[in-house]
């Protein structure tokens, strides 16, 4: 049974980091790539961040680069989302997602494993 499982969210202020962390089990985690998506209030799911099988490539939406920094740990079988210089702007629902082949897909629907999300509130 696939499960991604988000942490490390919470309530920050504007300037602020969070580390979000997400674990998976189930399936061949080093044979995907992962990635990092999110989702404001009335808004739609959107890309945030994206690394390849061993974490040589990565790929950023354009208002979070220079801010955000994704990792993996093969071993761990857990994909990383440091956030730094937060800005309210950046509150929403933060997804994990597994999609398979070697591409850096920006769109949701490559993706073929979710988790369920974690709550990530910046404050002005």
């Known amino acids: 049974q696939v499960q991604l499982v988000e942490s490390g969210g919470g309530l920050a202020q504007a300037g602020g980091s969070l580390r979000l962390s997400c674990a998976a089990s189930?399936?061949?985690?080093?044979?995907?790539?992962m990635g990092w998506f999110r989702q404001a209030p009335g808004k739609e799911r959107e890309f945030v961040s994206a690394?390849?099988?061993?974490?040589?490539?990565?790929s950023y939406k354009d208002s979070v680069k220079g801010r955000f920094t994704i990792s993996r740990d093969n071993a761990k079988t857990t994909v990383y989302l440091q956030m730094n210089s937060l800005k309210p702007d950046d509150t929403a629902v933060y997804y994990c997602a597994a999609a398979p082949g070697t591409q850096l897909p920006i769109s949701a629907g490559a993706y073929a494993y979710w988790g369920q999300g974690t709550q990530v509130t910046v404050s002005s």
């Open positions: 690394i390849s099988w061993g974490g040589g490539r990565t």
């Open positions: 189930g399936y061949i985690f080093s044979r995907h790539v």
